[in-house]
């Protein structure tokens, strides 16, 4: 982990979620996401001090742990202000939350009860809405990156934005076989929205700093179309969700073994149900108790 220098006063920490590091000239930080964790915030805090800065912003992305778990620490050990969309704010402050929506609004079973469901809560001191302007004495954009999750924010400064989860890098969307979005309507205007930016370096916190953000876009809209043919194309006849899920995840390799990754999974296809059914191109049936979907 090191701090890597975009742009002039702007950097990124590389880890297994890149965080964002904007300066200010009173040489003050504003971090973009936490990591998952107290050990990788612990070296965060050491870097950026040892860098002669100090922390004086975090701009949480979105509640999911592996970008806020870090939070809690930062904030009780530096006096950090905390800043998050309306969206994000009651998942950061109510962690459970995140897990409780994963298993069907319903208390969590221990497989839940990790880092990587379950983060400690922390305050919202500020809530951000898209637009121009300045938080911790710098001047950044918030950009709306809806889609991943329901009220995901990006950074835009200095001719660098910080995209979160909005793409993953082309190399990681196998692995993922199908990447997580929330609401796919939001998802796919973030793609368009992404593609129209005009900045100089794009950050997706699953991949590797890049100068031109379109095919990064374009590998990821294909597989959120490659995923909606494959479910659509099974709704020829009905199907349940769970047989829909087990048919798709086939489909892209994507093999299940665990609580967590089932439920993550199922939100995944829920998501491309959500669409499917709000544009009329599909619908259910009950029989037996059992709801189907179907074209
Ligand atoms: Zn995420």
Do not use: W
């Not at 915030?41 to 050491?46: L, S």
């Not at 099974?234 to 665990?258: D, G, M, Q, R, Y």
């Amino acid at each position: 982990m090191k701090l890597n220098k975009i742009t002039e006063n702007v950097y990124y920490i590389d880890s297994a979620v890149n965080m964002g590091l904007i300066v200010n000239e009173a040489n003050e930080a504003l971090l973009v996401d936490t990591g998952i964790d107290d050990s990788v915030a612990r070296k965060v805090k050491r870097l950026v001090e040892e860098c002669g800065y100090k922390l004086r912003g975090i701009i949480l992305t979105h509640a999911h742990a592996d970008h806020c778990g870090g939070a809690p620490h930062l904030v009780k050990t530096t006096g950090a202000a905390v800043y998050a969309t309306a969206t994000e704010k009651p998942v950061l402050e109510c962690p459970v939350l995140e897990p409780v929506y994963l298993f069907g609004g319903a208390y969590p079973p221990a497989p839940f009860h990790n880092k990587f469901f379950l983060a400690g809560g922390v305050g919202v001191d500020e809530v951000i809405a898209p637009g121009a302007q300045k938080i911790c004495g710098c001047e950044v954009e918030i950009v709306d990156l809806a889609g991943h999750t329901l009220g995901q924010a990006g950074v835009a400064v200095a001719g660098v934005l910080f995209c979160a989860d909005s793409v993953i890098a082309p190399g990681v969307i196998d692995k993922h076989g199908i990447p997580l979005n929330a609401d796919l309507a939001g998802a796919l205007e973030t793609f368009n929205r992404l593609e129209g930016r005009r900045e100089n370096y794009y950050l997706p916190a699953h991949g590797t700093l890049v100068e031109d953000i379109v095919p990064v876009v374009g590998a990821n809209r294909q597989r959120v179309i490659d995923t909606m043919e494959c479910i659509k194309g099974l709704l020829e006849s009905p199907k349940t969700v769970e047989e829909i899920l087990a048919v798709a995840c086939s489909n892209f390799n994507i093999n299940i073994n665990n609580m967590g990754q089932y439920y993550l999974m199922q939100l995944t296809i829920m998501a491309y149900l959500s669409y499917l059914v709000d544009r009329k191109e599909i619908t259910t049936e009950y029989s037996g108790n059992r709801q189907s979907f179907k074209k």
